[in-house]
């Protein structure tokens, strides 16, 4: 077995088991409230409508399905010589749907290629398979529709496959000569960008029947697979693809945060506070699922119409273009770009801003409602019945009974020295102002008002074509045509073929380096201002939990299972963090 797991597999499967032991936890609690809780526990980590995408597409008996099967271990995935797939066929794996498709370009099934296309169409992934023998041209034609026409280049990973049949076999030398012959097929994207993978999939399933124990390894190692699977794993921290995997998880939280609460204390006054943090931790957690998600519909509005710019330049580029008119075209698409990208980040911050003011409304309910009302005078009572001040609380030794230890925990938590008052612990306390003027300060530094998306484009691609090479001058993108009388025209078709793909992947990159961009400031903004909340609310709960010692089986059940949710929910995010740092 490869000693490096693919992530998305082991959190659906972790994660799936934490749901199941949780739902059978709350339907047998003798709490018929608790039982009902266990209803609302998602069924799956990631519902079919939602898991990723993983699709295998390339050259006809490249080993595809010999792939799959190594990566998924399951043995129903049929291999061998002649077309073994005829038609699209769907695995789910874990909580991944992995999409295995006919190769394309045999000549033998032409019908192949329009069944292969509909299938990428949906790719979250898309993993295209060559050998060690590489392009034909056919197979070259392909792939650069799908890298450059169909804008799946920073959707897609390259695996060379059967490396063995190498001179040298699955070697760094053999390596390093492949990747530079994929250089010249590759442009005006290169092999590191593709995140290319060499590997040899039969030497991987070979290694699972040898007997011998240090054979089996050598085989594993010289199959690449661990490779494969560190590359899949980065592809799924850049793209972010890991939030789809926390959503039912935040759900769990909650629920779980809710049966805790009603596995009752004995002490009204504290299960009510419990009430109304877990009233305040809901709003907090709805918004922190809402703002991406309405953040994610601006991002794509945008990236289309970048992605369009780059088309109108391209159609632009024909054997009878004037140079003048494309260079100006050129250059205007990119200052629209750049203020497509500025237009962009004040519609987030309006988008941000509305949402952060509806939590700001919604706090304000909880504060306001018959519950705070009747609880604050109570818990003012309390503190003074047990003759706890914010300036007496530093010389407290610990309280012995239950009502000294919750007076000391809302003076330390909420008290607010200036007007004397509760108030603090149900109110936002980062922004001043309305939380739409607070929302729209804040974000200024997660998004950068210097951001410029031109800046990380890999304008330097070249395409190396006779007479046709693409430079950087300041911002602007010139090409020069130097249409000769002799040239010959079906060269001449090729090489403008190429300029036109160099100018719509500069704008491709464009639009993927704003979606990326955007995606990890918007991260990073809930990070801040919505989860770190979250997180002051949940030790605020875990006090109040910890003011009564002795508690039930089914509360130290429940917080076991809280404590296992928010590990995985940690682990999956610290993926992402490597992936921004």
């Known amino acids: 077995m490869a000693t490096e797991k693919f992530e998305l597999y082991q959190w659906t499967t972790i994660g799936n088991d934490l749901l199941f032991r ?84 045999t000549q033998l099934r032409p ?27 056919h197979l070259a034609k392909h792939f650069r529709n799908l890298a450059i026409e169909r804008d799946k280049a920073h959707e897609m990973m390259l695996v060379v496959n059967k490396m063995r049949r190498c001179a040298k076999g699955n070697s760094q030398e053999a390596q390093n000569v492949i990747r530079e012959d994929l250089r010249k097929v590759l442009a005006p994207f290169t092999p590191e960008d593709l995140r290319t993978t060499f590997i040899d999939a039969e030497a991987a399933l070979e290694s699972k029947t040898e007997t011998d124990g240090e054979i089996a390894k050598i085989l594993l190692k010289k199959s690449g697979v661990d490779g494969l699977t560190h590359e899949l794993n980065r592809f799924v921290r850049e793209k972010g693809l890991s939030s789809r995997y926390t959503t039912a998880l935040y759900s769990l939280e909650q629920i779980l945060q809710e049966a805790l609460a009603s596995e009752s204390t004995g002490d009204k006054d504290i299960d009510a506070l419990e009430e109304l943090l877990l009233q305040r931790r809901r709003a907090l957690l709805d918004t922190q699922d809402r703002i991406p998600r309405a953040v994610e519909g601006e991002i794509q509005n945008a990236s289309s119409q970048i992605r369009q710019e780059g088309r109108k330049v391209a159609d632009m580029i024909n054997g009878s273009a004037d140079q003048k008119a494309v260079d100006q075209e050129l250059q205007a698409a990119q200052d629209r770009v750049q203020n497509l990208a500025e237009q962009l ?66 003076v330390r938590n909420s008290f607010t020295p200036k007007t004397g008052t509760l108030g603090g612990l149900f109110k936002l306390n980062q922004y001043s102002g309305t939380a739409t003027h607070g929302a729209v300060k804040a974000i200024g530094k997660f998004f950068g008002k210097s951001f410029k998306p031109w800046e990380a484009v890999k304008w330097t691609r070249t395409v190396a074509n006779v007479g046709r090479v693409f430079a950087v001058a300041g911002t602007v993108l010139t090409f020069v045509l130097q249409i000769k009388e002799d040239a010959d025209a079906a060269q001449l078709e090729v090489d403008l073929r190429e300029s036109r793909s160099a100018v719509r992947s500069g704008f491709n990159d464009a639009a993927h380096v704003i979606e990326m961009h955007f995606d990890k400031a918007t991260q990073s903004f809930v990070s801040s201002a919505i989860s770190s909340e979250i997180e002051n609310v949940d030790s605020q709960l875990n006090e109040l939990r910890n003011l009564q010692q002795t508690r039930s089986d089914l509360f130290q059940n429940l917080l076991g299972l809280l404590e296992e949710t928010r590990e995985l929910i940690k682990s999956i995010h610290s993926t992402e963090s490597e992936s921004v740092s």
């Open 345 to 410: 980040e004040k519609s987030v911050q309006v988008v941000i801003g509305k949402h952060m003011k509806a939590l700001d409304d919604r706090v304000g309910d909880i504060a306001n409602s018959e519950l705070a009302k009747e609880l604050l005078p109570r818990l003012v009572h309390r503190i003074k019945q047990a003759s706890i001040s914010p300036e007496a609380m530093k010389n407290l030794k610990k309280a012995s009974d239950i009502s000294s230890r919750l007076g000391e925990f809302l």
């Open 22 to 105: 949780s739902r059978q936890c709350l339907a047998t609690a003798p709490s018929e409230k608790i039982q009902m809780l266990s209803g609302r526990v998602p069924t799956e980590v990631c519902s079919s409508g939602k898991s990723v995408n993983l699709v295998f597409a390339g050259q006809y008996s490249a080993g595809k399905s010999s792939i799959m099967k190594v990566l998924t271990g399951r043995e129903d995935i049929a291999i061998g010589a002649g077309i073994t797939t005829e038609k699209t066929h769907t695995y789910d794996w874990g909580g991944i749907t992995v999409v295995d498709t006919p190769g394309v370009h």
């Open 111 to 137: 019908d192949h290629d329009e069944i292969t296309y509909r299938a990428i169409a949906d790719a979250d992934l898309l993993v295209f398979v060559v050998t060690n023998e590489l392009f034909d041209s």
